[in-house]
């Protein structure tokens, strides 16, 4: 990537896709002084602003909110409506800006980046096609995201179902959603859907949050199901069809048909990579990147976010975009990286310590391995399961208060390598839990974290107890 060629680029680097990973690597990049171009075809700020985080909390919030009201005593008689679905839908909107891109964009310029609007195309080493114009960069920086995968059931794509774009963007309840898939996006948009007052049906061809600890799954099912969404787990969806009336029908191996006003899907996602010219920089679509997310076998080409598949996350993607844009700036001005493990330039927390949030409720906020993950990775470890619903803090937090928690305790290093809790509002819980991983703080020294008196935290001193006395 070393400044050699006789004609000075168009630009140091051009980031192509400018969604939430985008722009964080071109901040970095033109923080280290580098001359950044900005190639977006939509609207900039990328699913996670308008279609996926950002609206679909926002959906899940009311709902939170009364729930939480309705399970302390004293607050349960001040609830005396219903949650007014138009307002939430509303507020839903306000934080999308209304799809309106006009405040990043002029954040984009403000920070002395190049905003390019069309769709970009590899087009050869450090060369990038934009429209008819052919730009030429120093390096290039995919963070192109993701796109959904719909599964192959009969009659669904004719179907034209709803994918998680329409359903973070509807602005009416369908009175009856099926939705077709049992990861986060299912859960959360069922749990969000159903708190609006649609009648849902979960369709999950295995269990709920597979990727989790198995009692997640069971406590995510069993908080759907009080919120009244029909959850059918082990099902398999063989047809789906759309009746002249607008009706979808899905039918079921058992032969059951399920019939609702509007399917959704939310069985994945894989990288963008349609139509970027991949080959034109040779490289495969199954190609893996290094720490500072340069794509391997090249020195120009980076991958950085959903593109790479590392850990399709915004909070992940956001933090592979800083330690590559600052990569990228060091390399140009010709400085060493600082590409060792837990260096400025390299993204080592995606291996060990990457938190996940399922925001349904309960919550499910996780990070590190699971029991079964670090088996998987050879080892000897042992899982400390405690009780949320004993500790004073959650008790107070909300009357009858249950929820578990999980350290996975390296047993030759005495560190914790995983952790989960699941229950009302235990989302801030888990960055105590990534601080003790990437810290490596021994169990000795975590006894002298001392939690405050009566929080939720107080779960960490139960935990080393019945670490200490099983
Ligand atoms: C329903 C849902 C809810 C989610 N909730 C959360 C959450 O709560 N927390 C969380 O951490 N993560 C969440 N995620 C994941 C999160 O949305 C992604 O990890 C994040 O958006 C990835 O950011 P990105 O910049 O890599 O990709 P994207 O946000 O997809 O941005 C990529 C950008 O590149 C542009 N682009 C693509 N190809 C080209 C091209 N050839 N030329 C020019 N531009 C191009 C696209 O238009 C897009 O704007 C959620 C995902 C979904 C689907
Ligand atoms: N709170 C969050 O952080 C959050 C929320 C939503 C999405 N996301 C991100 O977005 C990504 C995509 O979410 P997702 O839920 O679509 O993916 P996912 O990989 O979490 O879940 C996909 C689910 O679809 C199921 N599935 C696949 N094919 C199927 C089929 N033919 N029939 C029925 N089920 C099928 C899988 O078994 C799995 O349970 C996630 O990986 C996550 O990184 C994050």
């Not at 009080?226 to 039918?251: F, L």
């Amino acid at each position: 990537m070393t400044p050699t060629s006789q004609h000075e680029p168009d630009f140091d680097l051009i980031v192509i896709g400018g969604g939430a990973v985008g722009e964080n690597i071109a901040d970095y990049a033109t923080r280290g002084g580098a001359r950044v171009a900005l190639v977006e075809s939509d609207l900039v700020g990328g699913e996670c602003s308008y279609w996926a985080c950002m609206p679909s909390k926002a959906l899940l919030r009311s709902g939170h909110a009364v729930r939480a009201a309705w399970r302390v005593g004293g607050a349960r008689a001040a609830i005396t409506g219903e949650l007014d679905a138009d307002a939430v839908l509303s507020r839903r909107t306000s934080f999308t800006s209304g799809w309106d891109d006009s405040g990043q964009a002029d954040w984009v310029d403000s920070a002395g980046i190049t905003l390019l609007r069309g769709h970009a195309r590899l087009s050869g080493r450090g060369r990038v096609q934009v429209g008819t114009d052919t730009l030429t960069a120093h390096a290039v920086a995919l963070a192109t995201g993701s796109v959904p995968v719909l599964p192959p059931i009969a009659g669904l794509a004719e179907a034209a179902p709803w994918g998680t774009r329409e359903a973070t963007s509807a602005d009416t309840v369908p009175p009856r959603l099926i939705v077709i898939g049992g990861g986060v996006a299912g859960c959360e948009l069922a749990f969000a859907w159903a708190s609006l007052g649609s009648h849902v049906t979960l369709l999950a061809r295995g269990g709920l949050v597979e990727r989790e600890e198995s009692f997640a799954g069971e406590r995510v099912a069993a908080g759907l199901t009080g919120e009244g969404v029909d959850v059918r787990t082990g099902t398999t969806t063989s047809r789906v069809d759309r009746a002249a009336d607008g009706t979808v029908t899905a039918r079921l191996d058992s032969g059951e048909e399920i019939t609702a006003d509007e399917v959704l899907v939310a069985t994945g996602r894989r990288p963008a990579l349609d139509d970027v010219g991949l080959e034109t920089a040779g490289v495969g679509e199954d190609f893996t990147v290094e720490d500072s997310m340069l794509v391997t076998g090249t020195d120009w080409l980076y991958a950085v976010g959903d593109v790479n598949g590392r850990a399709p996350l915004t909070h992940q993607g956001k933090y592979q975009a800083r330690a590559a844009g600052a990569a990228i700036a060091a390399r140009l001005r010709g400085a060493p990286a600082a590409d060792e493990p837990w260096g400025a330039h390299v993204a080592t927390a995606d291996h060990t310590a990457v938190p996940r949030v399922i925001f349904t409720d309960p919550e499910v906020a996780a990070v590190g391995l699971t029991a079964a993950e670090a088996r998987e990775r050879g080892l000897r470890v042992r899982a400390v399961d405690v009780d949320l619903g004993q500790v004073a803090g959650a008790s107070l937090h909300a009357d009858d208060y249950t929820g578990q928690a999980r350290l996975v305790v390296d047993e030759d290093r005495r560190v914790v390598v995983g952790a989960t809790f699941v229950g009302q509002d235990v989302a801030e819980l888990v960055h105590a839990a990534t601080i003790a991983i990437v810290g490596e703080v021994g169990l000795d020294r975590l006894w002298h974290a001392v939690p405050a008196y009566p929080t939720m935290s107080e779960i960490w001193l139960r935990l080393l107890e019945t670490y200490a006395h099983p």
